[in-house]
């Protein structure tokens, strides 16, 4: 079976977030909330709790490999161990799937926040996927505080090893894959495009331009781990506009749906 283009979602974890939802949205309004309990029902905890997922996204190249987007909570020991809910199932998942980590010929880091760069590196703090190129914008790497641990978790390891690859601006990884700067939320933030071909929809991969439904139904709305509002809105409003024109599904990393309409 062809499984070229194909998106598939790996559950890394699934957890609560540390603020409550009106404290990680400000400037949402009542109906805003409403909107977004309808988008996506399963964010709603108790007492304003937001309960999201962490996702990566595996897509299907010829010959048996695979791309990766994002790298999810990654395991106990990782930087994300202080908030997120670690470890997270990625091995399990990808084997679930039929992908061995030899599989995934490139890993695209939407950014480099630790609960999407977790699993760049293993239990030994070897790089997980050996075989893998790690695609991160020259932006997001020069704008990482050397005092972050994602530099010794992530960026230091896969330098030793030549496996980072830093793009700059929009990059045509493969015929039908494109990575699309989306800044704001860091600054080297980059989303992915995956055209499917005829009879299929193209998928939008958003990473977090969006992290909660209240987004997707009021793009307007900020988030208040945002390095920069007004651009992250900006790329917010475009991707979504570019999935209307293009009748694209959208790939959420945290979303309690894989994957979403556009509002």
Known sequence: ??????????????????????????????????????????????????????RCFAIARPGGRWVL?????????????????????????????????????AVVLTH????HAGWSSGEDGEP??????????RTEVASLDRADPVWDWT??????????HEVDGPYRLAPGLTLLPTPGHTPGHQSVLVEQGPGARDVL?????????????NPAVPYSHERDRAAARASREALLARAVERGALLATAHLTRAFVEPA
């Open 1 to 54: 079976m062809d499984r070229h283009g194909q998106v598939v979602a790996l559950l890394d974890a699934t957890g609560s977030f540390f603020e409550p939802v009106y404290v990680a949205f400000p400037g949402a309004d009542a109906d805003d909330w409403a909107r977004a309990a309808l988008l996506d029902p399963g964010a709603a905890g108790p007492d304003g709790t937001w309960l999201l997922d962490f």
């Open 112 to 115: 480099l926040h630790e609960d």
């Open 128 to 137: 997980f996927f050996p075989a893998a190129r790690y695609l991160v914008q």
């Open 205 to 217: 991969v958003t990473g977090d331009v969006l992290v909660h439904a209240v987004q997707l139904g």
């Open 69 to 105: 987007v994002d790298a999810g909570v990654g395991p106990a020991q990782g930087p994300a161990a202080g908030w997120a809910p670690v470890p997270g199932r990625l091995p399990a998942v990808l084997a679930a799937a039929g992908i061995a980590p030899a599989d995934v010929e």
């Open 155 to 164: 960026v230091a390891p896969l330098r030793a090893t030549g496996q980072l």
